[in-house]
């Protein structure tokens, strides 16, 4: 005895449109779709295995099904859900990885803008102690000029005249 099923049973069944099931029949090889004596389109048992492959539902309700097919079947779906999100975290990772070479790219240019930084700074410390070098030289050459000055002003007219 042959199982065959129409689309409009397939539909009830996997729980999809008439139309959705309709559409995936059309595009079946002919060895999973032939007529039935009234020419509806029908699905042979070939073909409804592949259905159940397709959308991982079972048609053969009254064929009993083993503890292993449905443990095997309970694996397949964990394991799909936990590639899922494998990929998922994989991704985010890829993601977090972009981000941080991102990061380590600006801390770079903070580096760099830092080293600059530390530079203009030494530089102008050096500049600084060098005015400040400079004052105090110009400041005992003043003084040593004044303190002239001073000399020169309590000599007489004539000392001063004559250079004595």
Known sequence: MSVEKTVSELADILGVSRQAINNRVKSFPSKFVEKNEKGVTVV??????????????????????????????????????????????????????????????????????????DKQLDQQQQLTAKALSDRDSLKIELDAAQAQVQENETKGFWARLFGK
């Open 44 to 117: 042979n048992r070939a073909g409804l295995i592949e259905l159940e492959k397709i959308y991982k539902k079972t048609i053969f309700e009254d064929e009993p099904v083993s503890e292993e097919t449905k443990q095997r079947e309970l694996m397949e779906i964990l394991v799909d859900e936990k590639n899922a999100e494998i990929i998922r975290l994989y991704e985010q990772l890829k993601s977090k990885d972009a981000q941080i070479l991102a990061k380590d790219e600006q801390i770079r240019v903070k580096d760099v803008q830092i080293s600059e930084k």
